[in-house]
């Protein structure tokens, strides 16, 4: 590529923005060109408005650009957008009507017909449908972080034995709920067993992301999903206790060398942010784990391990993901190094 495509950040001063800004320091294709944030942060520095929450400093070059205001007259075609639910849904719409694409990881947009939920190793061809959207650009969102890897795990192995049900009891990090998240006196030595909003997205998205186009559509894949969500006093990674069961009956070794095998669209094209292997699998019986996995592969693999039989499905399972990364700036970072390489954007 002879020069960097410029790229905005939307919502750059939450936890999520802040992530896109690291993870976009030095990437061979994109360069931050803008920053955009709520009217109380704009015409303010980045330095000054943002309450940085990264263990690495804010990056030199950014630290005095002054940020704007969402809405605002753009110039990058590539918006990456952070921004919170709350607000994400018509600003996105605004800028996508401009002719900017904006790739998503606000949950607005994911369930519109006509708005692909991506993972390139999984369904790039979904990329296709955002030519039969009303916007002079496009949308393209994420999935949540749960489902990220969750589906990752679920696409090989639903085309190969047919996925029939899933259930999925989750143990999920305190940075999925943004800053400042869950109040200390909730979280500290606790389990919380609620997370709103989050159960009905796990229980859909994983069929909208493994469906197929149909026109002007996506058809949902047709098995069903049953989640539990916890919030855990952990700081980041997502781990997620997985029963399956298949048309075809498949063997725990059967499974773990499909999982460890596999490899697509990002690995073919050697995408910048692309893991060599996107799916790590465990031999021990104790991991993974979050402490010591969800930054293998710079935090962008799914980790599985303790692959079983299961007494009521066919096969059980452990799957680690590191959800700010992988399930979140990491994961849009790719669908527009995918959406690029694919020629999608002219």
């Known amino acids: 590529m002879e020069s960097k495509i410029p790229v905005a950040i939307l919502g750059a001063t939450g936890t999520v923005g802040q992530k896109f800004v690291l993870l976009l320091q030095n990437h061979p294709w994109f360069e931050i060109s803008e920053l955009v944030a709520s009217p109380r942060s704009a015409n303010r520095t980045y330095k000054d408005a943002c309450a940085w929450k990264q263990d690495r400093a804010i990056p030199g070059n950014l630290q005095d650009k002054l940020l704007l205001e969402a809405g605002a007259r753009l110039s990058s075609r590539i918006l ?7 607000v994400a849904g018509p600003i996105e719409e ?3 009507s401009k002719g900017h694409i904006v790739i998503s990881n606000s949950k607005n947009h994911r369930m519109d017909p006509d708005v692909p939920i ?9 990329f296709e449908i955002t030519k039969k959207q009303r916007f002079l650009g496009a949308i393209i969102t994420n999935s949540n972080c749960v489902i990220m890897p969750v589906a990752m795990v679920l696409a090989p192995l639903h085309q190969k034995f047919k996925v029939r049900w899933v259930q999925i009891s989750s143990m999920q ?3 999925g709920a943004g800053y400042p998240g869950v109040p200390s006196y909730d979280i500290l030595g606790n389990i919380v067993p609620f997370i709103e909003g989050e159960e009905p997205k796990v229980e859909t998205e994983s069929q909208k992301i493994l469906g197929s186009l149909k026109g002007n559509t996506i058809k949902p894949a047709d098995f069903i999903v049953s989640a539990q969500c ?4 952990l700081m980041d990674g997502h781990t997620i206790n997985l029963s399956m069961k298949f048309e075809k009956k498949p063997s725990p070794r059967q499974v773990g060398d499909i999982l460890g095998a596999w490899k697509s669209l990002p690995q073919e094209k050697k995408l910048p942010t692309a893991p060599g292997s996107p799916i790590i699998v465990f031999e021990e019986e104790n991991r993974p784990q979050p402490a010591r996995d969800i930054w293998l592969a710079d935090g962008m693999a799914a980790c599985v391990g303790r692959i079983r039989e299961c007494p009521i499905g066919h096969i059980k399972m452990v799957v680690l993901g590191h959800n700010t990364v992988r399930g ?7 669908n527009a190094e995918a959406y690029v390489k694919l020629g999608y954007l002219q």
């Open 80 to 86: 990456f957008s952070g921004m919170d639910s709350s």
């Open 94 to 96: 605004d800028y996508a």
């Open 118 to 126: 991506i993972i390139p190793e999984v369904n790039s061809d979904h």
């Open 173 to 175: 990090a305190i940075s």
């Open 230 to 233: 916890n919030r855990v006093p």
């Open 328 to 334: 979140a700036a990491g994961a849009a970072i790719l």
